[in-house]
């Protein structure tokens, strides 16, 4: 049984520095990994996907690597913004015919100006 | 206009009346899901289906049903709603996975009170 696990589930930093997440998951077999960002009572948003034949994924700020040997995903955020607040989840794809997706619970990240 | 659209977004009902929660998608995707968010038990599949023929149960569908009206659109009933399904539901598509690049993509959810 797949198992993803964020840790931190909390973290709080001053604004400006640069961070990173944690997402770790037990089956390598995976299809891919995505990051998603949500805001309180708010949908998920889709912020990077990494395909299981990739190391690593950018956009803007953000990037994210992928170590499936390891069953290990960082998302690092450069130069933090208090509107980077918010709860961070990764998503992985795997298994057979269904293809399931299992959710980490989250690092909630608050960005102190 | 969102790739993926829940309505209502807000809804509060009474114990034992039922309610439909609609989603409706513009990515062409054939797979379409339903998701129910706590605090501190994060996403849990209720429903899954992978075209308008095929609907399958996730891990908490007892109490819920669903019906795809259409590839586009994907509804979820509460059919005698109770305060424990008090919850952030989700509609979200994917693509196939055969490629693994796009993922998932979800709706801005539906904040369902049952008093």
């Known amino acids: 049984k797949q198992e993803v696990t964020q840790i931190p589930a909390a973290l709080s930093v001053p604004e400006g520095e640069n961070l990173v997440l944690n997402c770790s998951f037990t089956?390598?077999?995976?299809?891919?990994l995505q990051w998603f960002r949500q805001d309180p009572g708010k949908g998920l948003t889709s912020l990077l996907l990494?395909?299981?034949?990739?190391r690593e994924q950018t956009s803007g700020r953000l990037n994210a690597s992928l170590d499936k040997s390891s069953g290990r995903s960082t998302l690092y955020i450069a130069a933090s913004q208090p509107g980077d607040s918010a709860t961070y989840l990764c998503?992985?794809?795997?298994?057979?015919?269904?293809?399931?997706?299992?959710f980490g619970t989250g690092t909630k990240l608050q960005v102190i100006p | 206009d969102a790739d993926v659209t829940q309505t209502p977004r807000n809804r509060i009902t009474k114990t034992g009346k039922r309610i439909m929660l609609e989603c409706s998608q513009t990515?062409?995707?054939?797979?379409m899901y339903w998701y129910r968010q706590d605090p501190g038990l994060g996403l849990r599949l209720i429903y899954y289906?992978?075209?308008?023929?095929?609907?399958n149960k996730g891990e908490i569908s007892d109490g819920y049903s669903v019906s795809r009206q259409a590839q586009a659109k994907f509804s979820l009933s509460l059919e005698s709603a109770i305060p424990n399904q008090t919850a952030l539901y989700f509609c979200?598509?994917?693509?196939?996975?055969?490629?693994?690049?796009?993922?998932?993509?979800f709706g801005s959810g539906t904040r369902l009170t049952v008093v």
């Open positions: 979200a598509t994917s693509d196939t996975g055969r490629t693994g690049r796009e993922g998932y993509t």
């Open positions: 089956d390598s077999a995976i299809y891919n």
């Open positions: 990494i395909q299981s034949s990739q």
């Open positions: 998503a992985v794809r795997h298994g057979g015919g269904y293809q399931k997706v299992t």
């Open positions: 990515k062409g995707h054939d797979r």
């Open positions: 289906s992978f075209d308008v023929k095929d609907i």
